[in-house]
């Protein structure tokens, strides 16, 4: 969850994301089959320098192909306030990436087939900033969040112009 003392006064979270549980198919799929060639090949060698071998291989792809995706995916955040989009990525190195929904020109999505079946797609936001366009991967219920991303943008515009009682 992101912390609310890092927003702005007066600026609340519509909603929060993570990036689609697709990501973590493949690290499960690594993580089963290590497993299992990793026990079998373990227990296939009586020969110590073998298994010692079998271990460090299996601890440096456990490493390298389930727990690094797995904490890129627990670490990354999309957030979308009242005022502005926020992406955040990174557990040792924080990046991140800040869009006022003032700045946003157009907002678009892309699915792919597998998205289609999957539910998720490309969400690319359109800047009128020098920053350039954000486009962010992996988003669950892409169609809708285009909608909501609209809605925000149409909000704190008309908040911005000061038309009406508009809530925070």
């Known amino acids: ?23 973590l198919l493949w690290p499960a799929i690594v993580l089963v089959i290590e497993v299992f060639v990793a026990t079998w090949a373990f227990f296939a060698f009586d020969n110590s320098i073998v298994r010692w071998i079998i271990v460090g291989g299996g601890a440096f792809i456990l490493i390298w192909q389930v727990a690094l995706p797995f904490l890129r995916w627990l670490t990354t955040q999309y957030v979308f306030t009242s005022r502005r989009i926020i992406v955040r990525r990174g557990l040792l190195t924080k990046q991140g990436r800040d869009m006022p929904l003032s ?5 678009s999505f892309e699915v792919s087939v597998m998205g289609r079946i999957l539910n998720y797609g490309t969400l690319e936001i359109e800047s009128a900033s020098d920053d350039g366009d954000l486009v962010i991967n992996d988003v669950p219920n892409v169609e809708d969040i285009q ?14 112009r000061g038309r009406g009682n508009i809530p925070e």
């Open 147 to 160: 909608r909501k991303v609209y809605e925000l943008h149409e909000l704190d515009d008309s908040r911005r």
């Open 103 to 107: 700045k946003v020109n157009n907002v």
């Open 1 to 23: 969850m992101y912390p609310e003392k890092l927003l702005a006064p007066g600026e609340t979270i519509a909603f929060e994301l993570k990036p689609h549980w697709r990501a």
